[in-house]
């Protein structure tokens, strides 16, 4: 069974201390440390006209996005080894359980995952990582 949109804010809410979630569109953005610009996670729950590769807009579709490090962005994606890779590399950015980089921002290292289920377990160490990541770097992707 598929992890709820509504069980994965309320996880990153109770696990990381001074997170604030900007809900002001249907899109959550994970905040930390009064960092109002730069998310550490964010969850889409609609297609853009600047990204819409996952067809978000079918009921119950939600996309959970989030930063990483050069190590863990290529411990999930090994073939990729720089941008230019990573512009020819085939993902299917509307799979549904399974990590692929973000289909706009990957090249930043940010990861995708649609609906998470079985992968959840590595979503928390991962997001537990990405909210590191904003700690260390506030003022950047």
């Known amino acids: ?27 959550l953005y994970f905040l930390a440390d ?26 119950g579709r939600y996309r959970l996005n989030f930063a990483t490090d050069k190590e863990t962005f290529q411990s999930l994606f090994p073939e990729i080894r720089g941008k230019a890779d990573l512009q020819k ?26 609906n998470p289920d079985s992968v959840w377990p590595k979503c928390k160490t991962l997001l537990a990582r990405a909210r590191k990541i904003r700690e260390l770097r506030p003022n950047n992707w």
Not at 34 to 57: M, W, Y
Not at 89 to 104: C, G, K, L, N, W
């Open 89 to 114: 590399a085939s993902f299917d950015y509307q799979a549904s359980d399974t990590f692929f980089p973000h289909p706009v921002y990957g090249v930043m290292r940010w990861v995708s995952v649609i």
């Open 1 to 27: 069974m598929e992890i709820a949109l509504k069980d994965i804010c309320d996880w990153i809410q109770t696990e990381f201390e001074d997170v604030e979630v900007h809900d002001t569109t249907p899109d």
């Open 34 to 59: 009064g960092n109002t610009k730069f998310p550490f996670a964010t969850i889409v729950t609609r297609d853009e006209d600047h990204d819409s590769s996952s067809q978000l807009n079918r009921e």
